[in-house]
């Protein structure tokens, strides 16, 4: 069964800390997508990952991609208020060119 | 230019109605999607259309669950004679396939969905 895990699926955290968000999937693929989306909203794409060792970084958020270990990590800079949201990653298998598996979520609160 | 537009945004119904929802995916993209997302919860998928043909509709739960786009723009999710656990938001998304490299892949951008609520 094709799984994509993300922890910690929900994260309370102080303004100006860092931390990371893991997600690990369990098919062989080398396309991933990490989403965010605020209440009641819907899905922003914030990074498109194609290849072993991509990072992508868009202000205090960045995002990597190691295929061998099947994990991908969105790791969060000096918090603020504003990154407050739930995100999600998503798998694209190597054996489809459209399907993709989503992780459950992280929703993550950032106390000012 | 514009996003994936949806309506209604909101629908309540009856228990046993029949409802339509719609989607205008982003101009030029030819591949479309319907998912599903109950609270807390990730997307779960439903259909997926290339061109006016639905590619895949593994992810409809039931025949009560129909989706068309004829022309192959605007899309329609039709369910028919509705029931309470239907409540749900339902996402659309379009997404266009690209290549970098010697990849490819398909960026998925969402519509703001439409909250059912069948009571």
């Known amino acids: 069964e094709l799984k994509v895990e993300q922890n910690p699926l929900f994260l309370s955290m102080q303004e100006g800390k860092n931390y990371t968000i893991y997600c690990n999937y369990s098919?062989?693929?080398?396309?991933l997508y990490w989403y965010r989306q605020d209440p009641g909203k819907s899905l922003e794409s914030l990074f498109v990952?194609?290849?072993n060792g991509a990072v992508k970084q868009e202000g205090r958020l960045m995002a990597s991609l190691d295929t061998k270990a099947r994990l991908s990590t969105l790791h969060i800079t000096a918090a603020v208020h504003d990154l407050s949201a739930t995100y999600f990653c998503?798998?694209?298998?190597?054996?489809?060119?459209?399907?993709?598996?989503w992780g459950a979520g992280t929703k993550l609160i950032i106390k000012p | 230019g514009a996003g994936v537009s949806q309506t209604p945004s909101n629908k309540v119904t009856e228990k046993g109605k029949y409802v339509e929802l719609r989607c205008d995916p982003i101009?030029?993209?030819?591949?479309l999607y319907w998912y599903r997302q109950s609270l807390g919860q990730g997307p779960e998928f439903l259909i997926y259309?290339?061109?006016?043909?639905?590619?895949?509709d593994s992810g409809l739960p039931n025949d009560r669950f129909f989706a068309v786009r004829p022309e192959g723009s605007v899309s329609t999710l039709k369910i028919q004679r509705t029931e309470r656990g239907d409540s749900a938001v339902y996402l659309c998304?379009?997404?266009?396939?690209?290549?970098?490299?010697?990849?490819?892949?398909?960026?998925?951008?969402f519509g703001p969905g439409t909250r059912l609520t069948v009571l």
């Open positions: 998503a798998v694209a298998p190597r054996s489809s060119n459209y399907q993709l598996i």
């Open positions: 101009s030029g993209h030819t591949a």
């Open positions: 998304a379009s997404s266009l396939n690209r290549v970098v490299g010697r990849s490819s892949y398909n960026e998925q951008f």
């Open positions: 098919t062989t693929s080398d396309r």
């Open positions: 990952l194609l290849s």
């Open positions: 259309f290339q061109g006016t043909g639905a590619a895949d």
